[in-house]
């Protein structure tokens, strides 16, 4: 599926590239004298993790026929726990922030909205999910507004 328009503004564009690229200096230690990526982080954010999210594709696309859409205040809760849960962890905190981080630079060069934990399973399987995303979804909404109200005052 060729994606050819972009879900999100500018705003979420440039929120997401700098919150990506700070999640990534974070992982990588916080300081430019002792910035280095542990080798079991690096494996569970570019490799463990999306692959579960691409497992998680996989089995929405073999049980559901169209996009999930779990954005309401309930998935976003969740996500949030899962988030929180995943960052809190000694075993896959390092890892959950490089995914994030990476995640939303990709998210962010894609034009895709809502959640960065599905940006990599929608680009493999050509699907569309939907999680909601505590911090972008409110951005991605008020800008989609924007771009409503700009489109029936031009057209």
């Not at 879900?7 to 280095?36: C, M, Q, Y």
């Not at 073999?62 to 309401?72: D, H, L, M, N, Q």
Request: aromatic share 6%; proline share 5%; net charge positive.
């Amino acid at each position: 599926m060729a994606k050819t328009k972009r879900d999100i503004g500018p705003i979420g564009t440039a929120a997401r590239v700098l919150t990506g690229l700070a999640l990534l200096h974070i992982a990588g230690g916080a300081t430019i004298a002792s910035w280095g990526i542990e080798p079991q982080d690096a494996l569970i954010g570019l490799g463990a993790l999306p692959a579960v999210m691409v497992a998680l594709g996989l089995a929405a696309r073999r049980y559901a026929p169209g996009p999930i859409r779990f954005t309401g205040p309930l998935g976003i809760a969740l996500n949030l726990a899962i988030i929180l849960a995943l960052i809190a962890n000694d075993v896959t905190g390092g890892g959950a922030t490089i995914f994030y981080g990476a995640t939303m630079l990709i998210a962010a060069w894609r034009g895709q909205a809502g959640c960065e934990g599905t940006v990599v399973s929608n680009w493999v399987l050509g699907r569309d999910d939907q999680i909601g995303c505590p911090t972008f979804t409110p951005i991605d909404e008020v800008e989609a507004q924007l771009r409503r109200r700009h489109a029936a005052t031009t057209g």
